[in-house]
């Protein structure tokens, strides 16, 4: 590990906390478009962020530690669990101590915070939504592990910088269980994220609510760290399926600064191309009814299951 | 059957429009019995000076009859325990008149929440105001049930109401509404005012039906008063009507749709809507056509400018609606969330005299433009759109199909407008007190407006009420057994008004 490894683990790690609003941004900006609106700036949400921090935190009377508390423990978790993605350079040092299935664990953290913040005041709102979190989250945890499982497999390493170099390399090809982990993986990342059609991140309905029932409470710095978690949350997601199945254009370490500014511009071109896919998506449903979800989130286990299940088949096999 | 049942009752009053009886106890009760064997209809019951009155429609007959009973006594029988609809008017009756109706199974307050300055404020003599005992919820007991308190203030900017659920983990067991917070003294402001000045106050009772309450309020003065506006008025009032409802049921399929997350309807119907609403600015000169309607006829004539607006706007509908209505139809995913959600049984909705699209989506073929015509629908008459299921998706679709109506009727309508004045001027009054009622059909159902004129042609007594009074009970039905994340989706297929309501 040389010193400009741990320089590029750093610009990253500020570049994904930096990037997210501006994803969500574009995000929203689509959306608006798709629906004939002419839509807030792409930097909208970095001035509701700081309108946000600015604004003064109301706090339930009964509120315990834990509610203060959460929101920068789930930002932590989140945003340590991002800076594990390799975004434009792959072969990161931090990568090494911290593999894919620690991601997996670290978002697992940042929920289960979440769910007992949003339990902690008593509202029923928040009651409901982490009731429905850890519904949907019982079959979405799995279901990434089981697509995870499979990368793995195929790859021969839970490393996601090794699984990147993998996809790159000639061992890779057109797989069926790769197809599957893909399509499992954009299922969780879409119940993950509360987009449409588990949950709808644009909504003032708060009994149809799910993620922000949970948040419903909070106001002022905690609201914009927790809107800032959820943000490189979306990131990372679109990140992960980016690194993986599309690792083209990603700077090997050491690259160089050319090799870098490349990397930068494939990553960045990545993500709007996903972001316009979801958003596309999104347009196009609507919202399930909340016993629903499950067989949706299902549906991503499934597949999740059957990919490893085929890559062991295939490989006794041969 | 209505005949019958008033026959031994006293002499008629000057009540215009459709007669007034008095009846005693005896035939009040009587009324009550009517009600629960389902042969007559409550449309609306309030409370005046020492008297209670309710009007009532005969479906087999197509009759309509008011009756009306003395409460100087302070203690009328009470119609809730043979037709538990009656329940609310009388429990607002008891709050604002102070009026007892023995054997009233709910005697809690209703829009008396215990914040007014005084207690029974159109009573001859109101009471100072006092603290009421908490609001008791109706229970709902056993293991695992859980409530859900959502309002009076929500995460939306939509106008404020209480509901508690108790739920089962996700399922509904039971929804109850608390309302009342919108309540402005509408009824209080009215007495006293003169015909003008009550015309506008009649048009802000609920602002999405400014010509639908503009317009009853004008029947039932020119009812009262027994004179006609000139021909060309009552068809430009059809028109303006028939505009708000196409603007309001577009923004309804929008939104009912939104509430199922699928934004792009709501854009959709969105513009339309704009367009709708764009059109009645060019032709009437206001965009929800308020004060447009007035007692005596029109305040604005239809220049050749408006009616070339209309029509270019539907024929716009007439080319981007059916799109819309097909998107609708082949969204599977917004399929499955309408689709047999908040069903209203029909045998409810003929019970609750369920008005508008919620009554013709559970098969009650109500519709006062057709059942009880009014000039000009006598001469012109609409389809009337009715479903069997019940649900969310049959509240949609008696609404797309009344666009589609009224489109129609509208292109039909404007082609023949007669000629003419737009406006009559009032006749004096006569000395004694007149009264008069009157029915219309507005877009969320029939709005029922009655009026006493006395000297000087001051409203002694004014009540208009909205669909949404008998709306709300059965939403309430419609959401048990339905899930928590589904009552929204409901209560939008729904879309009663709470400022109607709380008056």
Known sequence: MSYSDWLIQLAQTALVLGVAPLLSGVTRKIRARLLRRQGASVLQPYHDLLKLIRKEAVVAENASWLFRAAPYLIFATTWVAAALVPTFASGLPLGAVADIIVIVALLGTARFLLALAGLDVGTSFGGLGSSREMLFASLAEPAMLMAVFTLSLFAGSTQLSSISAYMLGPGAGINISLALALVALIIVSIGENARIPVDNPATHLELTMVHEAMILEYSGRHLAVLEAAAAVKLLLYLSLIACVFTPWGTAVAGAGVLAYAVGLLAWAMKLALLAFLLVLFETAIAKMRVFRVPEFLGIALMLGLLGTILLFVSRVSR | MLEALFADSGPDVAHRGWPRTPVGPDSWRAIGEALREGKLDLLGLWGDIGAVQCVLYEPATRQIMSASLDARAGKVPSLAPFHPPASRLERSASDLFGIEFTGLPDPRPWLDHGRWPVQHPLAESPRPGAALPPYRFLEAEGPSLHQIAVGPVHAGIIEPGHFRFTASGETIVRLEERL????????????????????????????????????????????????????????????????????????????????????????????????????????????????????????????????????????????????????????????????????????????????????????????????????????????????????????????????????????????????????????????????????????????????????????????????????????????????????????????????????
């Not at chain 2, 006609?228 to 059809?238: K, M, N």
């Not at chain 2, 139809?329 to 069903?343: H, I, K, W, Y």
């Not at chain 2, 008069?436 to 877009?443: H, I, P, R, T």
Request: charged share 20%.
């Open chain 2, 180 to 503: 009342g917070y919108t309540h402005k003294g509408i009824d209080r402001l009215l007495c006293g005012k003169s015909i003008e000045e009550a015309a506008r106050l009649a048009a802000r009772v609920s602002g999405d039906s400014t010509v639908a309450y503009s317009l009853v309020f004008a029947r039932a003065v020119e009812a009262a008063l027994e004179f006609d506006p000139p021909p060309r008025a009552l068809w430009l009032r059809a028109v303006m009507a028939e505009l708000e409802r196409i603007a309001n049921h577009l923004g309804d399929v929008g939104a009912v749709c939104n509430d199922a997350a699928f934004s792009m309807m709501h854009a959709e119907c969105g513009i339309l809507r704009e367009q709708t609403l764009r059109a009645c600015a060019t032709a009437f000169g206001h965009r929800l056509m308020m004060d447009c309607v007035v007692p005596g006829g029109v305040a604005v004539d239809l220049e050749p400018a408006g009616v070339a607006a209309i029509l270019s706007l539907t024929a716009s509908l007439r080319g981007q609606f059916p799109e819309l209505v097909e998107l609708y139809e082949n969204t599977a995913s917004l399929q499955d969330r309408t689709v047999g959600t908040g069903v209203v049984s029909s045998a409810l909705a003929a019970q609750f005299a369920a008005p508008g699209y919620v009554g013709r989506a559970s098969g009650r073929s109500f519709d006062a433009r057709i059942c009880v015509p009014y000039p000009p629908y006598d001469a012109a008459p609409l389809e009337i759109a009715v479903r069997s299921e019940g649900d969310v998706d049959a509240r949609v679709w008696v609404r797309i199909q009344e666009i589609q109506h009224s489109i129609g009727w509208l292109e039909r309508s404007l082609a023949t407008l007669p000629a003419g004045p737009v406006r009559s001027g009032i006749r004096a009054v006569p000395a004694t007190s007149v009264e008069g009622a009157a029915l219309v059909e507005g877009f969320r159902g029939d709005v029922l407006g009655y009026a006493r004129l006395g000297a000087g042609r001051r409203i002694e007594r004014c009540h208009l009420r909205d669909p949404s009074w008998l709306l709300w009970p059965l939403l309430e039905a419609a959401i048990e057994g339905n899930i928590v994340a589904d009552f929204p989706l409901c209560n939008k297929s729904f879309n009663c008004s709470y400022s109607g309501h709380d008056l």
